[in-house]
């Protein structure tokens, strides 16, 4: 099992990453000082296919879990599903110093860890990521919320664990479509910091789709790591934390235009960072050679861009509701090459427009998952 460290200015938490480490879960919480007295927050899905084990785990390590189980998808961060997991967690009278276990995908690492945040003014979360893309990007770095009708995440919070646990085990009940979502934050890891990353996708995708142990383990080891550095330096993201919202921008957009539905999370952030390059290579400062690297692997991953459903003007609305951009003027990291990124506080919403219009004439683009 391996173990990073994430230090912040006045708390740090481990992030345990292993494969079959499940059975270890009861002793971290222990060694963490854990109550016996948890609230596992899950969605159907997981729940269907892990929680009997999870609660036989934790009921012979001695704790006395009781569960909150919402609806998959990323509906379920709203303020009424928000509401009812409140009046659940009152009627089972979790105390402050009691923990809150999200254990799912990034929709219930949000959702459970904004519970987490808000009941009693704040009790202990832990984060026990079951989707590539909780334990690569979601359930790292504090940021917790709901969703608004008028845009992704528009309400939240920061709020820590006290450990995030990855067991990449989990990922061999998960959906292809799943998976793909997961790679979205990983592909972007590299593109961000860690060209490495990118190149283990480019070159050994097939083995990453199969879910190769060492080759999976040793992603979602690289890309924590990334996620880790980023979000040290930078807790409440006033500037260089904005590097890990590249593809954002755009994505949310599609995300919110779509209300949320058609295509999920790390779908639209594949499509968001395509767009969002396309700004670098117009502005001269990506070589078209590492832009094409970027195309390719986006397309090889074989995401769908569902046009026929898709409205570029109402795309563009939701991107102007989005937090990064009602936040003073549009600022954004763009990738200079795979690897490295470079802050702009001079970029126009025409940009930003062109970039969704070359989504749209992306034709070749498959329509393999609606
Ligand atoms: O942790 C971060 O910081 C990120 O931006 C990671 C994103 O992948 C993640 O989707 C995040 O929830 C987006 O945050 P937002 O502040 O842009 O809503
Ligand atoms: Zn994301």
Redesign the pocket.
């Known amino acids: 099992m391996h173990k990073i460290i994430l230090s912040l200015k006045n708390t740090r938490y481990p992030i345990y990453i292993g494969n079959e480490i499940f059975s270890k879960f009861p002793s971290l919480c222990k060694k963490h000082g854990i109550k016996p007295h948890l609230a596992v927050i899950t969605d159907k899905i997981v729940s269907e296919l892990y929680l009997d084990e999870l609660l036989s785990i934790l009921k012979r390590g001695g704790f006395s879990p009781e569960v909150i189980i919402v609806n998959p998808g990323e509906t379920s961060k709203s303020l009424s599903v928000l509401s009812k997991i409140i009046t659940q967690l009152i009627q089972m009278k979790l105390r402050r110093d009691e923990t809150i276990v999200a254990f799912g995908g ?1 929709v219930i690492g ?1 959702l459970a860890g904004f519970a987490s945040a808000i009941y009693l003014r704040g009790v202990n979360l832990i984060q026990f990521p079951t989707t590539l893309l909780a334990m690569v ?2 359930s ?4 917790v ?1 709901i969703d608004h009708k008028l845009g ?3 309400i ?1 919070a920061f709020h820590h664990p006290v450990f995030v646990f990855s067991d990449i085990s989990f990922l061999k009940t998960l959906p292809k479509r799943e998976i793909i979502c997961g790679l979205g ?1 990983v592909v ?1 890891c590299g593109i961000i910091m860690d060209a490495e990353i990118f190149k283990m996708i480019e070159t050994n995708f097939e083995s990453v789709l199969n879910l190769n142990p060492k080759i999976v383990q040793n992603l979602v080891l690289r890309s924590a790591m990334v ?1 880790s550095r ?2 040290s330096k930078d807790e409440k ?1 006033k500037r260089l ?2 590097v ?2 590249f ?3 755009i ?2 957009g599609i995300e919110a235009s779509l209300n949320y539905k058609r295509l999920k ?1 790390g779908e639209a ?1 594949m499509f968001g960072m395509l767009g969002e390059s396309f700004i670098s290579l117009n502005r001269g400062i990506l070589s078209l050679d590492e832009f094409e690297r970027i195309k390719r692997v986006i397309f090889k991953i074989g995401v769908v861009f569902p046009q026929k459903l898709l409205e570029r003007n109402l795309i563009l609305k939701y991107i102007g509701y ?3 951009i009602l936040s003073e003027r549009l600022n954004m990291y763009l990738p200079i090459k795979i690897g490295k990124m470079k802050f702009f506080d001079d970029i126009n919403f025409d940009e930003i427009e062109r970039a969704v219009d070359f989504l749209f004439e992306q034709n070749k683009i498959k329509l393999t998952s609606t």
């Open positions: 990034g949000d990007d979601s790292i770095g504090g940021k919320g992704k995440n528009l939240g934050e972007k996620k980023i979000v993201e934390r904005m890990l919202n593809g954002h921008t994505g949310h999370h952030v989005d937090k990064k």
